[in-house]
């Protein structure tokens, strides 16, 4: 898109971000359809052993689980070696999706207000059932139809994108530390003809999912992780501390210095796991185990199936530290390396992490800033919402999303202080910034109509 064209595609965004209730309505009808629809569109999850899931079988030459298709993911262990890491050595399990699915939101402008079409959508791992999702959220195995069953509506605006303006269509990453180099195409296609609006569809001001990101798990991942790649912010409001070109040679220098290697392993080899053939769990009960879901589905393109999950031991935190530098708005991000990383290393927020895991620690292990946060004066705190992960794949894995105002900036190695807009403009491109510092990044973005700290993100 030419810079121009995203110029007036930034103002459109900010007049749309600015109106609550719009033209076609306030947020009163998606809540009503929510709440009335819980009774046709939802998932009943039951907890089995991974040796009882009928289309997943262990597979006695890799001591895999895979799919009985060959398609949608598998779970594999792995052997992680990081030399110059606190913790240089250790064994995981980790999905395995290398395909590409969508995530794609339609928009269209009414009486001059852009709207973005949502879907709402009930997911097995979410903790509330019915979240607001993108359009189009599907991996290549749903959208081909690998399941057999129903078509997914709108997708064809997003598989013949030539038909339409394409706003935004960019492969971004996933949980690193849980999935092997996973990727989806983040699109947003907007439309000029009339567009039938299906049930569990809402057309939706950006101001209205703004409010809506204000609110404990109402707005899913993969919704957060498109609308963090809308061009918001393209326009610096000043200088910041740190040039574009300089912090993509710090990522990259970060990427050439760090050595990881990865072996695949069987399940039942991994050392620091158990597995009984019920489920995978640390032998500490730390971090995650993967467990076995039977799923029985209403509102979906399927109405049965089974599948492993991961289900995260506690919340987690994922945090901006923020502040103005030169009157100018920053957050403090890090280069974090995870092994599922498709290119080893992406900008993560200040803190990302589960507490859990090192509480019973000494704090002179805890990773950078993580006590700043958890024992930050309230008054201090802009932004305080728990929002779901990914609820394909995660089992009521959620973590709490934090923004903390600091009167100065603190420094610390490896680490940098950036504006919004450019990780606006990083995100424009493929595996520079992380999907928890997108979620945080959307989170950022609707205090500027919702919170008493707008001065934050203006």
């Given amino acids: 898109m030419r810079q121009a064209d995203v110029r007036l595609l930034a103002g459109a965004l900010t007049r749309s971000a600015s109106i609550g209730d719009g033209p076609l309505g306030g947020l009163g009808e998606l809540r009503a359809d929510r709440r009335d629809s819980a009774a046709t569109m939802y998932t009943h999850v039951e907890r089995v052993p991974l040796s009882s899931l009928t289309s997943w079988q262990e597979c006695p030459d890799t001591g895999i689980l895979r799919h009985h298709s060959g398609k949608f993911f598998t779970v594999e262990g ?81 598989r013949e994108r030539e038909r339409h303006r394409v706003l935004v269509d960019v492969r971004q990453s996933e949980q690193g530390s849980w999935f092997l180099s996973k990727r989806n195409r983040n699109m947003v296609i907007e439309v000029a003809e009339d567009v039938e609006v299906l049930d569990g569809f809402h057309w939706l001001t950006l101001g209205q999912l ?80 993967v467990v076995g879901v039977l799923v029985e589905a209403h509102g979906r393109e399927v109405a049965t199936w089974d599948q492993p999950m991961i289900a995260a031991r506690g919340t987690g935190l994922t945090a901006f530290l923020a502040t103005r530098i030169d009157d100018v708005p920053h957050v403090l991000v890090h ?92 995100l424009r491109h493929s595996h520079y910034v992380n999907i928890q510092t997108r979620s945080l990044l959307a989170c950022l973005r609707s205090m500027h109509s919702f919170q008493p700290a707008a001065e934050l993100v203006r």
């Fill in 78 to 158: 792995v052997q992680v070696d990081v030399p110059s890491a606190a913790i240089p050595h250790w064994d995981q399990p980790i999905i395995n999706q290398p395909e590409i699915g969508i995530l794609g939101i339609l928009v269209k402008e009414f009486d001059g207000v852009l709207h973005l079409l949502m879907q709402l959508k009930a997911e097995p791992g979410n903790c509330n059932g019915i979240q607001v999702s993108p359009t189009v959220q599907a991996t290549r195995s749903n959208y081909t139809r690998v399941h057999g069953g129903s078509a997914i509506p709108y997708l064809d605006y997003f």
């Fill in 210 to 289: 703004h409010e809506l990101l204000g609110e404990d798990d109402a707005v899913n991942m993969d919704a957060r992780s498109v609308l963090a790649c809308l061009p918001f912010d393209t326009d610096p409001v000043g200088p910041s501390q740190h040039a574009t070109d300089e912090l993509l040679g710090w990522l990259t220098e970060t990427r050439a210095a760090v050595e990881i290697s990865l072996k695949r392993l069987p399940l039942r080899e991994l050392s620091g796991w158990h597995y009984d053939g019920t489920m995978i769990s640390h032998q500490e009960s730390r971090h995650f185990d």
């Fill in 335 to 426: 280069a974090r390396v995870e092994p599922g990383m498709f290119d080893v290393a992406e900008i993560a927020p200040t803190v990302q992490c589960a507490p859990e895991t090192y509480i019973h620690l000494p704090r002179s292990t805890w990773p950078p800033f993580l006590a700043e946060i958890l024992i930050a004066d309230p008054s201090r705190i802009r932004f305080d919402v728990t929002q779901s992960e990914e609820g394909g794949r995660f089992l009521k894995t959620r973590s709490r999303n934090l923004i903390v105002e600091v009167d100065e900036p603190v420094e610390h190695p490896g680490y940098r202080w950036v504006t919004p807009g450019q990780l606006a403009d990083l």
